[in-house]
């Protein structure tokens, strides 16, 4: 099955830095790879996805770019702000059947 | 719009016990999944059904966990008897369908267990 890879495990920047976290994946069959932001004691929420055809999407301050030759994939958060703490995690999965596979997280600090 | 519903919130049990967990998705979501998530680890994924069968299962303990969603609605997940390391926040989520497209899973706020 999938195995996805996250580094780093954590990150710490300055409030109005910029932070980027990667991801490796191990199918090359996937082709969906979703960004979600897990907040302290709530739910993931997808804050932005890619998908196989395009190699970067990008959404106000945030920005997400693919290179599936290599099998990875990065978040870029620019201008962080002290709300963008939190835990973020990646994962793939294949449109055929939607079976998301997460990355260990990464628990990113914005000091004001 | 209602999102995916869990419940119980928290539950504390001890070594050796049976827990059940409950879920409700968003309506007409026919992908339902359960999610393990150990402190400071990303979710795994236990099971995953496609209205009311079973698109993946391989990584559920079958020797201790089992999952069923009967009508293609709710679901319940199973836990008998439990371990220490079962101890972990459970995540139901849930997404529209379809084979051929991608949808954004939308996940339950979680169910904390403890085991003691």
């Known amino acids: 099955g999938e195995n996805v890879e996250q580094h780093p495990s954590t990150l710490s920047v300055q409030e109005g830095d910029s932070a980027v976290i990667k991801c490796t994946y191990s199918?090359?069959?996937?082709?969906?790879f979703p960004w979600y932001k897990q907040e302290l004691g709530k739910r993931p929420q997808l804050i932005i996805d890619?998908?196989?055809?395009?190699g970067e999407k990008k959404d106000q301050r945030i920005a997400v770019t693919l290179n599936k030759t290599a099998k990875h994939f990065s978040l870029h958060i620019t201008e962080t702000q002290p709300e963008d703490s939190a835990v973020y995690f990646c994962?793939?999965?294949?449109?055929?059947?939607?079976?998301?596979?997460f990355g260990a997280g990464t628990r990113l600090t914005v000091k004001p | 719009e209602a999102g995916v519903a869990q419940s119980p919130r928290y539950k504390i049990i001890e070594k050796r016990q049976s827990v059940a967990f409950w879920c409700n998705p968003i309506?007409?979501?026919?992908?339902l999944y359960w999610y393990q998530q150990i402190l400071g680890q990303g979710p795994k994924l236990l099971i995953q059904?496609?209205?009311?069968?079973?698109?993946?299962d391989s990584q559920l303990p079958k020797d201790r966990f089992s999952a069923e969603r009967l009508k293609g609605v709710d679901s319940t997940l199973k836990i008998q008897p439990a371990k220490l390391e079962d101890s972990a926040v459970y995540l139901c989520?849930?997404?529209?369908?379809?084979?051929?497209?991608?949808?954004?899973?939308?996940f339950g706020s979680g169910t904390q267990l403890s085991v003691l």
């Open positions: 989520a849930s997404s529209w369908p379809r084979t051929g497209s991608f949808e954004k899973l939308f």
């Open positions: 199918d090359s069959a996937s082709n969906y």
């Open positions: 890619i998908r196989s055809n395009v």
């Open positions: 994962a793939a999965s294949q449109a055929n059947n939607n079976d998301m596979r």
């Open positions: 309506s007409g979501h026919a992908t």
């Open positions: 059904f496609q209205n009311n069968g079973v698109v993946d």
